[in-house]
């Protein structure tokens, strides 16, 4: 089964679980503007990785063009 295929739903269901998530996980935390860097390389990368037809290489062309 591909990793896309699942989610915290059928997992929980699968797994009998319970999850337990605070609601104010990030609340202290103050948001950031990405740079510009992080933008220019984004804009020119998540194209082509989208093209891509698997979830692995397009993570992975996203991330090596963020070096």
């Not at 009998?16 to 605070?22: G, K, N, Q, R």
């Not at 948001?31 to 979830?55: D, F, G, K, M």
Request: proline share 4%.
């Amino acid at each position: 089964m591909a990793y896309s295929d699942f989610n915290i739903t059928k997992v929980r269901e699968t797994f009998a679980l319970t999850v337990e998530e605070p609601a104010d996980l990030f609340s202290a935390i103050n948001p950031e503007s990405p740079s510009q860097y992080l933008q220019t390389t984004l804009s020119e990368n998540v194209t082509r990785a989208n093209a891509i037809n698997t979830e692995k290489a397009r993570s992975e062309l996203i991330i090596a063009g963020c070096e």
